[in-house]
């Protein structure tokens, strides 16, 4: 068996693989172009950018995303299309019809044939990660790629990257995280990465045998609040000083001089991002204890050429982390009007939105948690690119009340993570842990009159190996028999949700004899070991016989997605 782990991520996609008999896991090297097309090499990271020439001639990685922002010349390049997963988005190029799930398949392609050709055998397994806020059409849209890229079918799984990123943390540093005599204990995971602010809540429950049970209890919606946001106001920031001290009318430039200074900006403001947090990082014991003089020292040099009237003479100017501070205003809470400004709108707009998110769903999720609150973390960890930022770090403190730590290996704990995920579940490396999962949504089957009924609760906590859920007993109404049942399962937070999503194949469910209408259906669900759902429905007739049909319904987070669920509807004989 041959299982990789793949983190696709909006701004740098890696790939792991954990060799047997080793300790953890390892990066599989990723050989791709670095520099004008001939020059190839292999690298961790492979920058998440695709450049489409023709059907026959695609470019992906560090090359693609260098040329995207440097190049004068506008060409169809594809970046962060992880935020398009799974919606409409379609550009034509060439007369070729590029989605996202199709950018996103190069990629996987590209990481496929480099495990393969590394490994020198084919792959039977691949754990891939999403942010735990993915929904289910963008979690259906990852496993599109997985197959457009020819990864395979049958061995595939999603796992949550701040998930997947505390089974590394957990495999690298288990003791170290969990406190001695804590029995159980609740962490927060925050990947910072450059698409997501992605923030995880588990608990995780140490037994008498020294046995791991991990559950995951809530975690945040999906927003664009990371790195690549973060370079945009970064950028603005840039633009503005500029027109102020050079007196710049941006109206003036044409369309192509104003689409090059916005990419040759960009990617100034993430190269001086990086190097300001990496030098603050360096200049204070504790980034969590700088000072304003500090901020204002710490500074590195921006400088900016690009078409036009910026082409003869180039832009210089230096940014502190103070600038950095003022750039990423919008999306620091003010924390000294907390409960002021809870209620506020641009509260919520701040990194505190997602982090509340995922504690409100803690105390959604059961009567027990209905007060859960900060006081109750045991740990808050961080990781994803974007956590290197040290005002992050500082904001995060004051919003959970608790100095967070930061994964050490923060662009590669995720990768890494989805290799340790597949061991855990397929029972290698690690069989004493356990890991458990709560559903997001409930599982609806519509009746004839057109009322929804529950069939699976969306608190439901189930672990990710073979478990019978709680079995539903519903009567068919209406008058006549039915033969057959064509099952229609629908997806929403309760009966009455607006958003109740409709699944898009049915799946006709044939008893073997007709069936009067009134008998009861005992409707039984378990999750096998292929992390499906399996729906048994019984019906007992008035002469006491019983009458079976079965179905199995994949798993949001796993194999084919939710959007392939049966779903169920009855029909008359
Ligand atoms: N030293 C650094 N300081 C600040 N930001 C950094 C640093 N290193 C990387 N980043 C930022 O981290 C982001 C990339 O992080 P990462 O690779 O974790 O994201 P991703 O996994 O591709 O995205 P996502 O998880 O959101 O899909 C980029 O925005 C990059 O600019
Ligand atoms: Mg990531």
């Known amino acids: 068996m041959t299982r990789i782990g793949i983190d696709l991520g909006t701004t740098n996609t890696l790939c792991s693989y954990w060799p047997p008999g080793a300790k953890r896991p390892q990066l599989i090297p990723i050989p791709q172009p670095i520099g004008p097309k001939e020059k190839v090499d292999s690298l ?7 450049y489409v020439e023709s059907e026959q001639t695609v470019f992906a990685g560090r090359w693609v995303k260098l040329d995207s922002r440097t190049a004068s010349e506008q060409k169809p390049y594809f970046l962060s299309m992880k935020k398009r997963m799974g919606t409409t988005y379609v550009r034509e190029v060439n007369g070729l019809t590029i989605t996202p799930e199709w950018v996103a398949a190069c990629l996987l392609q590209v990481v496929r044939k480099s495990a393969e050709n590394y490994l020198g055998k084919a792959i039977d397994e691949v754990v891939i990660t999403v942010p735990a806020s993915f929904s289910t059409e963008q979690r259906a849209a990852t496993l599109e790629a997985a197959k457009l890229a020819g990864l395979p079918r049958s061995g595939l799984k999603l796992v949550d ?26 962490i927060m995971m925050i990947d910072i990465g450059g698409g997501t602010f992605d923030v995880s809540i588990v608990q995780v429950i140490r037994n008498a045998e020294e046995t791991l049970d991990i559950t995951l209890l809530g975690c945040s919606r999906y927003n664009e609040m990371a790195g690549d946001d973060f370079d945009l106001y970064i950028a603005a920031f840039l633009l503005n000083r500029m027109e102020q001290q050079r007196g710049f009318d941006y109206s003036e430039l044409t369309h192509n001089e104003a689409a090059d200074l916005a990419a040759v900006t960009l990617y100034r403001a993430e190269e001086a991002k990086q190097k300001l947090s990496k030098l603050a990082r360096e200049s204070v014991s504790s980034p969590l204890r700088y ?5 204002e020292k710490i500074q590195v040099p921006v400088e900016i050429s690009a078409m036009g009237p910026l082409e003869a003479e180039n832009y210089r100017d230096q940014l502190t982390v ?16 907390r409960h002021k400004n809870r209620e506020d709108k641009l509260y919520s707009y701040t990194i505190a939105k997602p982090i509340e998110e995922a504690m409100e769903s803690v105390r959604q999720s059961s009567e027990a948690f209905a007060v859960f609150d900060y ?35 923060t662009m590669e704990s995720v990768a890494l993570g989805a290799s340790v995920f597949g061991a855990w579940v397929a029972g290698e490396h690690g069989e004493l842990v356990h890991l458990h999962e709560r559903i997001n949504d409930s599982v609806f089957l519509q009746l004839p009159d057109g009322r929804f009924e529950e069939v699976l609760s969306k608190n439901n906590v189930i672990p990710l190996k073979n478990y019978p859920c709680p079995t539903r007993s519903l009567k068919i109404g209406g008058e006549g028999i039915y033969k057959q049942v064509e099952l229609r399962l629908f997806l929403g937070q ?35 070991p292929d992390r499906c759902f399996h729906f048994t429905f019984t019906a007992r007739l008035a002469e006491g016989s019983e009458i079976k049909a079965k179905a199995k319904v994949v798993q949001d987070r796993t194999a084919q997605g939710l959007a392939h669920l049966p779903q169920v509807n009855l029909t008359r004989l």
């Open 44 to 50: 961790k990271l492979l920058p998440s950018a695709v």
């Open 161 to 186: 990257e701040p998930t997947a990123a505390l089974c590394h943390a957990l495999n690298e540093q288990g003791h170290e995280l969990l406190s001695e005599g804590q029995h159980k204990q609740y």
């Open 291 to 295: 000072n304003r003089d500090l901020m």
């Open 322 to 337: 103070k600038d950095l501070g003022l750039a990423l205003k919008r999306f620091l809470p003010d924390l000294l009007n």
């Open 375 to 409: 006081m109750d973390l045991h740990e808050v960890l961080l990781t994803g690119g974007s956590a290197h930022i040290p005002l992050l770090e500082m904001a995060i403190n004051q919003i959970v009340a608790r100095p967070p730590r930061t994964l050490t290996d």
């Open 494 to 528: 309760s009966a009455q949700d607006p958003f109740m999503a409709p699944m898009t194949t049915s799946h006709i469910l044939t008893f073997p004899e007709p069936i009067p209408s009134g008998t009861p259906i005992n409707i039984h669900c378990s999750v096998g």
